[in-house]
């Protein structure tokens, strides 16, 4: 289980109001009732409601994103048993997890798909690369290293390991799977030479994530001021989204995604899983050629 534990940002209604302003030609363009939109978050933290009904649950792993939970949230997680994981994206950060006692730290190179799990600074200039930065966390701490980001076969599964990490954290590579709920225009995109074309925006939640550059990313990003800090972003983009994918197109959408879609198969979860923890062999250039190309 996967939760994200962020502070929730204050309402700024001048900035709401600048971003609403942004996207006013597009609600014109796709005929969006702007005064029809609510404001509010696009998504709520780890609570103490989120913890009553995991306790009935007890995952055997409960893995955090932005941090922590306040420690008395965390020591209900860790009170019935369940073992700790949360993201770092620098030496800092894995530290700091390390000094709260998670059992394990994931290190997300800036190769990632999705949000940046940065917490301890917005400073893009500390994120580096998985292959730069899982040795860099592996030296610093004593707790597991789980590497992430850009691992897409099992050359990238053994490449983490050969760096100290013990495991290998994958999201892209799973996006065509049918158990995922990967939209079809997120699907496509995927598979097409767009996927190529990767950018760490913030305007689709306010904090930085990456995903397919497509027509909102390129005309008001890839990071924009107006965009209210995360998840404030969402609610004024999600109807713009909602009409788009209705008439097929993902110009709205966030379409989350790692540097190397390379990994992206149609195949099983499973099937896939056994794939990339199956090395013993480097790829031959038929079998790892880019998505798109022939
Ligand atoms: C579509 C998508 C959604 C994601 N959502 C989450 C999330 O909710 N929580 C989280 O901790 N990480 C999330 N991630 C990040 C992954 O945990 C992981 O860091 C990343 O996928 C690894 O890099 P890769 O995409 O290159 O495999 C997401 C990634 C993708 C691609």
Redesign the pocket.
Known sequence: M?FFCHAPPSPDAARDAAWRAALAPYYQELGVDAAAIPAGPGRAPFSAEAADALEAVRPAVV?F?FGLPAPELLARVRGWGSKVLS?ATSVEEARWLEAQGVDAVIA?GI?????R?MFLTADPTTQVGTMALVPQVVRAVKVPVIA?????DAGGVAAALSLGAIAA?????Y?LCPEATTSAVHRAALTSAAARHTALTNVFTGRLARGIVNRIVRELGPVSAAAPAFPLATAAMAPLRAKAEAAGSGDFSPL???Q?AGGCREISAAQLTRELAAFDRPLSSQENRPLGQP
């Open positions: 996967n893995s994103h993201t997300q190769e990632a798909g999705g949000h799990g992430a980001g850009g691992i897409a954290q994958v999201g892209t590579a996006l989350w995604s790692g190397n």
